[in-house]
């Protein structure tokens, strides 16, 4: 097992990343933050964590940022009807702690809004994996036992209403401090996009 690679980059692009380690280099399908992470390294050596996808007729490597992610991708790749290119594309679109909670509230509108992830594919995803997010990192408000009435997902559906995909509205909320009212959580994603501030 390939637990991790640290090289000079050799290639980025289109969520692959090219490391040369000790003279060999290594593609790497990797996540979004891998990829920010590659392509900002220049000259200097980058620690990528890896897991290594053994099929009859190919053997290929994927890339994270962090353990954290890694962990994510192979919980996934448990999930009936989840395979490696699907499982990379909801690691890529979301932090593993908003998919922790995405399960734990049964959000499967998180899951499809990544491209390729359908309404059944979301659905198992919560289901098989309703009783392995404690391995995930926890969120404060999973900790505190916010599942229902959850101000993220308020402040989430609010946005939505207001014309946003659910992607720009968890892109937006990523930034928010988590301690605000919905109303300010709100105001500071449309205000950080140029729109209304008043809500």
Do not use: C, N, W
Not at 21 to 45: H, I, K, M, N, P
């Amino acid at each position: 097992m390939i637990a991790s690679l640290r090289g000079r980059v050799v290639s980025h692009g289109a969520g692959t990343v090219v490391l040369d380690v000790g003279g060999v280099g290594y593609a790497l399908a990797t996540t979004a933050s891998a990829l920010r992470r590659a392509s900002t390294a220049g000259d200097e050596q980058v620690l990528l964590h890896t897991h290594l996808h053994v099929r009859e007729d190919a053997l290929q490597l994927f890339g994270f940022a962090d353990p954290a992610e890694r962990e994510l991708f192979e919980l996934l790749l448990g999930v009936s009807g989840v395979g490696p290119k699907a499982a990379l594309a909801i690691v890529s679109g979301y932090r593993p702690e908003q998919v922790r909670r995405a399960v734990a509230t049964g959000d499967h509108a998180l899951f499809t809004s990544i491209s390729g992830i359908g309404r059944k594919t979301a659905e198992r995803v919560v289901i098989d994996l309703k009783d392995k997010v404690g391995a995930l990192p926890l969120t404060v408000a999973a900790e505190a036992g916010q599942t229902e009435g959850d101000p993220h997902l308020m402040a989430r559906d609010v946005l939505v209403g207001l014309g946003l995909s659910v992607a720009d509205a968890e892109t937006g909320l990523r930034e928010v401090d988590e301690d605000l009212p919905v109303k300010d959580r709100v105001r500071a994603v449309l205000a950080a996009r140029g729109g209304a501030a008043v809500v």
